[in-house]
């Protein structure tokens, strides 16, 4: 698992729940470190057993604590390149969503070894899309409830009020509905494709 996954989860907890938080719960699974090195691969069981301890300490299921860290990724005010990297797909939430199948590659671009599942929009009509999560390479972690987090907090990025419903899993693949009930709901946060363009 790219150390990048781990780091994330890291921080989520660390910027969100508090430093002691995270070390207790490090401590609790007793492998000899408390961070995580963003450039670093790790076995997939080490973050199966990070979601499931950091779970339990926060009585959370993990589909709960992945849309968090899904949303968190986008909507904490450190957390400032992935949401640039999304901003970068559209003008709008609909734009946004087309842009979603080429994410992977896009994100390959800037780093060249995180492999993310595949994205597939499908526009079902009248403001309703489904978006197909494929299967992640090298582990079977169900990134489908991030990617839940994502959108909701893209969702309010932009403005858009949305409706969004895990649908499961089937042969590895995850479903998202999506249903576009407001593209202007809000005002949404600033956002300039210039460098140090970003504001809100």
Same mark, same amino acid.
């Given at each position: 698992?790219?150390?990048?996954?781990?780091?994330?989860?890291?921080?989520?907890?660390?910027?969100?729940?508090?430093?002691?938080?995270?070390?207790?719960?490090?401590?609790?699974?007793?492998?000899?470190?408390?961070?995580?090195?963003?450039?670093?691969?790790?076995?997939?069981?080490?973050?199966?057993?990070?979601?499931?301890?950091?779970?339990?300490?926060?009585?959370?299921?993990?589909?709960?604590? =992945?849309? $968090?860290? /899904?949303?968190?990724?986008? &909507?904490?005010?450190?957390?400032?390149?992935?949401?640039?990297? #999304? %901003?970068? +797909?559209?003008?709008?939430?609909?734009?946004?969503?087309?842009?979603?199948?080429?994410?992977?590659?896009?994100?390959?671009?800037?780093?060249?070894?995180?492999?993310?599942?595949?994205?597939? =929009?499908? $526009?079902? /009509?009248?403001?309703?899309? &489904?978006?197909?999560?494929?299967?992640?390479?090298?582990?079977? #972690? %169900?990134? +489908?409830?991030?990617?839940?987090?994502?959108?909701?907090?893209?969702?309010?990025?932009?403005?858009?009020?949305?409706?969004?419903?895990?649908?499961?899993?089937?042969?590895?693949?995850?479903?998202?509905?999506?249903?576009?009930?407001?593209?202007?709901?809000?005002?949404?946060?600033?956002?300039?494709?210039?460098?140090?363009?970003?504001?809100?």
């Amino acid at each position: 698992m790219h150390g990048l996954v781990n780091r994330a989860i890291e921080r989520f907890v660390r910027d969100t729940y508090g430093r002691d938080v995270w070390i207790e719960t490090m401590g609790r699974l007793d492998l000899g470190y408390t961070e995580f090195e963003a450039m670093m691969m790790y076995e997939p069981q080490v973050t199966k057993l990070l979601l499931a301890a950091v779970g339990e300490r926060l009585a959370k299921t993990v589909p709960e604590l =992945l849309e $968090d860290i /899904g949303t968190y990724m986008i &909507s904490h005010p450190d957390s400032d390149a992935p949401r640039r990297l #999304l %901003r970068f +797909g559209g003008v709008d939430f609909v734009d946004f969503l087309h842009s979603l199948d080429d994410l992977p590659e896009r994100t390959h671009l800037a780093v060249s070894d995180l492999d993310l599942p595949a994205l597939e =929009l499908r $526009d079902l /009509g009248d403001g309703s899309y &489904s978006l197909t999560v494929g299967r992640s390479k090298g582990h079977d #972690l %169900r990134l +489908g409830y991030v990617v839940v987090g994502i959108l909701r907090a893209m969702a309010d990025d932009y403005g858009a009020l949305v409706f969004l419903e895990h649908r499961g899993a089937n042969a590895g693949q995850e479903v998202i509905l999506i249903r576009l009930l407001e593209p202007a709901f809000a005002s949404g946060r600033a956002f300039e494709l210039g460098v140090g363009g970003l504001a809100g």
